[in-house]
């Protein structure tokens, strides 16, 4: 099976982001930068800025399949953190792998963003602001079958 990203279908970028043909076709989905990084950089699909005491919600475009028993962590870069004051407004983002293809929104996610400097924080078309490291994860031994199955997207299991 393995991992991979996938951009999300057309349609939902239309109703997640906006209907441009030319910008779905030009964003690229996240790579790593160097041999060694453990992220995968993801890059801005369009200009945004967050002003101080500001949340914004940065949709990726993108949607990932992975091991049954691995998650994506979503982080924000380390130099947006500390050079803008710029976080995750749910300190880490955490994709679990039924998450894909769910039927209310493809599988795509965001990075919730908050700016808590002193300064606006702009990023500009093709500019990496967040990043995601997958991670194997276990389950105790003893716990009981579960039967739940993901029918929705962001928040559903609540």
Known sequence: MGR????ISFEQFKKDIKDDRKTY???ELPTRSTKHSAGYDFRAIY???????EEKKIYTGCKVKMEPD????LYVRGSVGTKFGVRLTNSVGIIDSDYYNNPTNEGHFLF???NSGVTPYV???GEAYGQGIFQ????????DEITEER?????STN
């Open 112 to 114: 919730p963003l908050y």
């Open 151 to 155: 029918v929705y997207g962001f928040g």
């Open 70 to 73: 691995e998650a994506l962590m």
């Open 47 to 53: 200009d945004f800025t967050i002003m101080p005491g």
């Open 25 to 27: 076709e030009e964003y």
């Open 123 to 125: 990023v500009k078309k």
């Open 136 to 143: 194997k994860y276990l389950t105790v031994d003893d716990e």
């Open 4 to 7: 991979h990203f996938e951009k």
